[in-house]
Structures are given as structure tokens and as C-alpha cells.
């Protein structure tokens, strides 16, 4: 196995079996781990017997903490940059270090892995041969619906990352600008309460509604070229 002075790993979503034999080996091997919670982190370190030291890097601090990791592995360290889930980089830190890494002539590599974006996609049974990811949707309500009109104008399907807090009032704006466009809305991927919620966004509106929203979601949009397929009930592990 080549060993880089960097490595991007990516965790599992959700449940830990997801993680691959090679960011086992990668993260056994390094130096330091790099990654956004110290104490979450740590946890699925410890199921693996994993006791490398642990070097914080959020949103808050890449731009300060890149530099350094940049000199220790110029030094000889080596690094596997990890984040809560998922791939760093997207939707997480990851970014400013990669174009430190860059600049200064670092190699670094990336361990494919598991990304929310793409298991929601193919779960959600929309057209998947070309699609826009668009990470969270804006906070603000006129940005917002900016965002939800090109999705359901668009020619191919739309991902965005949306927090329990702001999923029924996003799902009102999109049903405000088209009630009857293909959505679906994923929850808690690949743990216990996985749930696929597909139909028109009215129809998935009413079943979110009558329940109290939790966990992590993705809302994947149909485009002009989707599908208006009948509405499923909303399924999870406990009911298939």
C-alpha cells in the first residue's frame, strides 16, 4: 500500500459496518487522525481498536489548523483526515486544507467511501444518470425558494442536505411553487430507522406532518424530465 503523507477518508453515515478494509488499515497506520468531534470520532476508533492520536478540525478552525497539518507532513507525519460521516470535503470540512495541500506540493489521496448524497439518490428511485448536489439549502426563506424553483425546473433530479428544523418549511415552499413534483425525503441512512418517504412533495408533506421530524435528511427534487410515480407509503427496517 502507498503510503501519503495525506490521506481523506470517509466514514460510515450511519452504520459502522460500512466502513471499508483499506480506511481500517489507513487510519491503524498514520500518524494523527484529523477529524471534526474528537469524542464522535473516538467511539467508532474504539469499536475498531484504533488508538491513534486525534487532531480537532472543524469549520471553525481549518483555515488556522491547515498550515500546520501542512508543515507536520512536511516534516514526516502522516495524516488521515476523516469527519463526523461521510466524505470530507463535502459538506464538511476538507476544502481549505486540500488547496493548502496544493499549493505546497503535499500529495494527498482519497479513500472512497460512503456519502449520503449518492445512497439517497439511488434509494429515492429518481432519474440518477445526471443530477446536482447542492449541499444544505440556504437558511434565509428567499434564497431557499431561489434554490427549490431551479430544482423543480431543472431538466435533471436535485440533492440538498436539510436539517430537521427547516424540512416541513422546506417542503411548503416547494410545495408552494409545484405541489405535485417528485420528491423524496431520506432519514437516518443505513441505521434502524432508515425511511424513504417518496410521492408528490404534498403527498410527502402530509406524512411528515402528522410525525415529529428527526434525524438527518436528504430531500432529493425530480425534474421537468421525472417521473410522476404513485405515491409509496414510507417504509423503514421495523416494516419491511
Known sequence: MIEYPVSFVSLPIGNRDDITRRALEVLSSVNVIVCEDTRHTGLLLSHYGISQPLLSMHEHNEAARAPEIVRRALAGERFAVVTDAGMPGISDPGYRLIQELKCCGVPFTVLPGPSAAT???????????????????????????????????????????????????????????????????????TKIFETYHRGSVSQVLGELHSQVPKGEFVLIIGGVNAPRYSHQPAYNQHNI
Open 119 to 189: 445512497t439517497a439518490l439511488v434509494g429515492s428511485g429518481l432519474p440518477s444518470d445526471a443530477f446536482f448536489f447542492g449541499g444544505f439549502l440556504p437558511v434565509k426563506p428567499g434564497k431557499r425558494s431561489a434554490c427549490l424553483q431551479t430544482a423543480a425546473a431543472s431538466s435533471h433530479t436535485s440533492v440538498f442536505y436539510e436539517s430537521p428544523h427547516r424540512i416541513i418549511k422546506t417542503l411548503e415552499a416547494l410545495a408552494a411553487i409545484d405541489p405535485d413534483v417528485p420528491v423524496c425525503v431520506a432519514r437516518e441512512l
